[in-house]
């Protein structure tokens, strides 16, 4: 009997697939809770483009690693994994940055060697040792959709912010009156930690609004 509840007290326990999405669109965004994969989300978050394509450009990678990394886990010895986690991003990192350079030139010139420093963000290899390896396809398949989608989210609200008051566009459309005045500091390297420290600010303070009621 004993047993019986025991097994039903951890199915309950043991969140679902939507809890597995959700989780990184809010509780543990990779970019406003987390902190991670810095590098791209203020290097080239001076756009709403550059931001949009590096955020797709990650999630794509993080999904398709996460789906072989689950399908794989039982076969990869415990003492190379890292090694075989890192070449199965690379493989995909490469995939995508062929895929942009035959889409646009111009925007394969703005994003630059950060497309391929995917291989070393520390957002897909954390998924992959921390979640994928210990998972099934389908729990790896939300956890990287909703850790994608977080990280577009949060790189397009930085994109956006800086391109509106630095440019006074968005998506390259004009926005605001020619008598706007552009904030130049806004689309310098400057401007991302100021835009994130304020996105950081915003964040925590709806989460712990939502967690006092």
Same mark, same amino acid.
């Given at each position: 009997m004993s047993t019986g509840i025991t097994k039903n007290t951890e199915l309950k326990n043991t969140p679902s697939s939507t809890d597995e999405f959700i989780k990184g669109l809010w509780r543990e965004n990779p970019v406003f809770v987390q902190v991670l994969g810095m590098c791209p989300v203020l290097a080239v978050s001076n756009t709403a483009q550059n931001a949009l394509?590096?955020?797709?450009?990650?999630?794509?990678?993080?999904?398709?690693?996460?789906?072989?990394?689950a399908s794989l886990r039982n076969f990869i010895p415990k003492q190379v994994r890292i090694a075989s986690f890192i070449l199965i991003i690379a493989t995909f990192v490469t995939i995508v940055d062929y895929a942009i350079q035959a889409i646009s030139v111009d925007l394969h010139?703005? /994003?630059? *060697?950060?497309?391929?420093?995917?291989?070393?963000?520390? !957002?897909?290899l954390s998924r992959a040792e921390a979640f994928a390896s210990k998972n099934s396809i389908g729990k790896s398949i939300m956890d990287a959709l909703g850790m994608g989608l977080g990280f577009v989210f949060a790189l397009f609200c930085l994109g956006a912010v800086r391109e509106l008051l630095g440019n006074g566009t968005l998506f390259n459309i004009e926005i605001f009156p020619g008598s706007f005045q552009e904030?130049?500091?806004?689309? /310098?390297? *400057?401007?991302?930690?100021?835009?994130?420290?304020?996105? !950081?600010?915003?964040?925590?303070?709806?989460k712990s609004k939502k967690a006092g009621t």
């Amino acid at each position: 009997m004993s047993t019986g509840i025991t097994k039903n007290t951890e199915l309950k326990n043991t969140p679902s697939s939507t809890d597995e999405f959700i989780k990184g669109l809010w509780r543990e965004n990779p970019v406003f809770v987390q902190v991670l994969g810095m590098c791209p989300v203020l290097a080239v978050s001076n756009t709403a483009q550059n931001a949009l394509a590096m955020g797709l450009a990650t999630a794509f990678v993080l999904l398709m690693s996460n789906i072989l990394v689950a399908s794989l886990r039982n076969f990869i010895p415990k003492q190379v994994r890292i090694a075989s986690f890192i070449l199965i991003i690379a493989t995909f990192v490469t995939i995508v940055d062929y895929a942009i350079q035959a889409i646009s030139v111009d925007l394969h010139k703005n /994003l630059g *060697a950060f497309i391929s420093l995917i291989v070393v963000n520390c !957002l897909i290899l954390s998924r992959a040792e921390a979640f994928a390896s210990k998972n099934s396809i389908g729990k790896s398949i939300m956890d990287a959709l909703g850790m994608g989608l977080g990280f577009v989210f949060a790189l397009f609200c930085l994109g956006a912010v800086r391109e509106l008051l630095g440019n006074g566009t968005l998506f390259n459309i004009e926005i605001f009156p020619g008598s706007f005045q552009e904030w130049i500091i806004m689309i /310098l390297p *400057a401007g991302g930690f100021f835009t994130l420290a304020l996105w !950081l600010l915003l964040f925590n303070f709806f989460k712990s609004k939502k967690a006092g009621t």
